[in-house]
């Protein structure tokens, strides 16, 4: 199974689509007061900054191992034997 690259117009459409749906539903059926709209905005975005801050302090793996540089010059070919 071949894990693919992180695609984020995806991510961008889908926050836009959420913000359009929370505007509805906050607006039109008076979920939530102003004072608790602002409330879970600040709660949301320091949610998304400490997920931000995660995500970089993870560490990577290379994806694929780098070889060695051989130098050139004198080589122990028992050491090193080439085919």
Known sequence: MNRHPFRWEGLAFGLFFLAIVGN??????DLLSTRE????????????????????L????????????VPEGDHDEEADPQH
């Not at 993870?58 to 540089?69: A, D, I, K, L, Y």
């Open 24 to 29: 509805w539903a906050v607006w039109e059926r």
């Open 37 to 56: 709209l602002s409330l879970t905005a600040s709660g949301v975005l320091i949610l998304l900054g400490v997920i931000g801050i995660a995500a970089t």
């Open 58 to 69: 993870r560490p990577t793996r290379p994806s694929q191992p780098t070889p060695h540089p």
